[in-house]
């Protein structure tokens, strides 16, 4: 091992302990205390490091495990609009989108990682993902546009309550 990358590995290892490990392999085996240290911690981590897409991502998946879906779509939102190239990212803001069930966005979304894919891992993923997008949407979603004029079925039943009505009026 060369001396740079003894240098390089040492300051990698050290970025790494001051964030926490991953608490969301397992998001039943993390306290909500445990958990709300280390979203403070990835904050910190933001407004240290404003640019950095990685971590916004980190914080976007923290609050997701969290359960706060506007605070985790805004920190991945803002991931992707400052890295639109960062692959996770987008894979995870796209499967946000899946498990609020908008999957036409979420389509949208994992398609954009389909693309940003650097390696075989990453792309399959990625597709894994959108195969599972288009299974819902193909199988049991219904994306019903509220385009069709109301008119008619609303006269229809305005006309069987005043029948009703006059049915039983009647006797």
């Known amino acids: 091992m060369s001396a740079e990358l003894v240098k390089t590995s040492v300051t990698l290892q050290a970025q790494l302990h001051s964030i926490p490990p991953v608490p969301w392999r397992d998001p039943h085996s993390v306290s909500p205390e445990e958990l709300g240290v280390y979203i403070q911690t990835l904050e910190a981590a933001c407004l240290e490091n404003p640019r950095s897409a990685d971590l916004r991502t ?44 908008a999957v036409v966005v979420a389509e949208r979304e994992t398609a954009k990682a389909v693309e940003l894919a650097e390696n075989g891992w990453q792309l399959s993923l990625a597709r894994k993902q959108l195969q599972e997008i288009r299974r819902l949407n193909r199988d049991s979603t219904r994306n019903v546009t509220w385009d069709k004029p109301l008119t008619m079925p609303t006269l229809v039943l305005s006309a069987l309550m005043l029948l009703v009505f006059g049915a039983m009026t009647w006797k």
């Open 58 to 101: 980190c914080l976007g998946m923290a609050y997701a495990v969290n359960y706060d879906v506007y605070k985790s779509m805004d920190a991945l939102e803002a991931a992707t609009s400052l890295d639109p190239t960062h692959f996770w990212a987008q894979l995870k803001y796209g499967e946000l989108q899946y498990r609020l069930r």
